[in-house]
């Protein structure tokens, strides 16, 4: 490196709310094969902010425009799972990722016998299952957290977002996911999906004052999973969170926040306005397989406003396990998002498919500030020590750090020591991301453009 360089900052390029699981924190798959898969990922990561380092393009031209909706699982692992593996493992990023997110135009369904879901491969990280589990659903996921499916009674779990979850677990930590959208046959236009998307957005730290409706009927599909409803109801009360139970599905409703029942076909509208961060499905067989035109598809709620949705791709037999439980919406009201919602509700999410909006997080604390110090303004030279301070109430306890330095971790402390010449000349980001020690934690990130140049030595900090 010449001596006499000059670091030039821009101005302040992102500045993330407090969220839960972060931006940074998950790996997008881009299909390059389907101009919609690039469309929407591309919106995704601009709307969230995900560091361009973790993004995966892969050239899939047998599953553009969603017309091949299964793989054998050997192409999976050939053609998906290795690659996006081996971006991780040569970018350095593998120490931060906590989940995989899917773009439109992949797979949907995993030959296994018995079938699994993209999002049921990729928790299992490509490993194997017991097939009886998977038909049964008696597989338990260990993110998992209740109701009991014995007792059938409110033992359950304390919510967890996704770092807090990898501490505990460690090299057993599964591989949550979701995909952003469906615009294959009975699916949404790519149009919906990005206004999905931006709904996500639009609804981080509202505090939506909506109803969540549970919906009860004789169908086999409600009474399988109904009995979680009341006490759910009296576990949001306390949260501020508006819950009905109800025999009558809600026509002209207003606020909408969540929706869940059982029922063969749906018809989500009839008036309704679901608000930004609403989820909503209805546990049926074919909600998720979309290439069989019977039943309602779970792309009906996403079109009819919701941000998010499930269904399976495979028959699951009215098994509840392997849709969210109704504590989905607990988990949401203490601060988790959409994902992390699903999957610590989901005791066997092995032929769920996921789709929405997965970073959206109504309950999200807004009242975090992160301020760095030591980047200064114009030139600078020479060694940077930088450091983090997070204005927020008392109690809030932002006490731990992350600095990623084009997109790959440069420390975990307070403070930074950045040494310019170690940096070759041209544009770098650094971003510093600061996080509650809650066991629902927030986090809050900034990040900065920095241009490292030859030039003359400046008046700046040695």
Request: aromatic share 8%.
């Amino acid at each position: 490196m010449k001596n006499g360089w000059i670091l030039a900052l821009t101005e302040l390029l992102a500045a993330g709310s407090a969220l839960a699981l972060g931006p940074h924190e998950v790996l997008v798959l881009v299909n390059e094969a389907s101009s919609n898969s690039v469309a929407i990922a591309g919106e995704f990561v601009r709307i969230r902010n995900v560091p361009e380092i973790n993004v995966v393009r892969l050239n899939l031209p047998a599953y553009a425009g969603g017309s091949n909706l299964d793989v054998a699982p050997a192409t999976f692992t050939a053609d998906i799972w290795a690659p996006a593996l081996k971006a991780i493992r040569e970018r350095g990023i593998g120490d931060h990722i906590l989940a995989w997110v899917y773009s439109a135009d992949f797979p949907t369904t995993i030959g296994t016998t018995p079938k699994l879901s993209i999002q049921g491969i990729t928790f299992l990280r490509n490993g194997p299952v017991a097939s009886e589990k998977v038909e049964k659903g008696t597989y338990a996921s260990s993110l998992f957290a209740g109701p009991n499916p014995v007792t059938q009674k409110a033992e359950m779990y304390a919510s967890q977002t996704f770092d807090v979850s990898a501490e505990t677990f460690r090299d057993d930590m599964p591989l949550p996911s979701m995909m952003l959208g469906y615009t294959g046959e009975h699916g949404n236009s790519r149009e919906t999906v990005v206004k999905c998307l931006n709904s996500g957005v639009a609804s981080d730290g509202t505090r939506p004052t909506g109803t969540v409706f549970f919906v009860t009927s004789d169908d086999v599909r409600s009474r399988c999973r109904q009995w979680q409803f009341e006490s759910i109801r009296r576990e949001l009360r306390p949260l501020g969170v508006r819950a009905e139970v109800t025999g009558v599905f809600p026509t002209g409703r207003q606020g909408i926040i969540g929706l869940m029942m059982g029922a063969e076909k749906a018809s989500p509208g009839k008036g309704n306005r679901y608000l930004p961060g609403s989820m909503a499905e209805h546990l049926t067989s074919r909600a998720g397989e979309f290439q069989n035109a019977s039943q309602t598809k779970l792309s009906a709620w996403i079109e009819a406003g919701a941000v998010a949705s499930a269904g399976t791709v495979v028959e699951p037999m009215s098994a509840w396990p392997k849709f969210p439980s109704a504590r989905f919406f607990v988990h949401y009201a203490n601060g988790c998002t959409v994902m992390e919602s699903f999957f610590k509700s989901l005791r066997c999410p092995l032929q769920i498919l996921l789709i929405g909006e997965p970073l959206a997080r109504p309950w999200a604390p807004t009242n975090a500030v992160l301020e760095v110090g030591g980047l200064g303004e114009g030139a600078a030279r020479g060694v940077l020590q930088l450091r983090a301070e997070v204005k927020a109430p008392p109690g809030s306890g932002y006490h731990r750090f992350l600095y990623l330095l084009d997109g790959r971790t440069a420390g975990r402390e307070r403070e930074l020591r950045l040494d310019t010449a170690t940096l070759a000349e041209g544009p770098h980001t650094v971003r510093t991301v600061a996080y509650s020690t809650d066991l629902v934690r927030s986090q809050v990130f900034v990040e900065k453009t920095i241009t490292v140049v030859s030039g003359q030595r400046s008046a700046g900090p040695p």
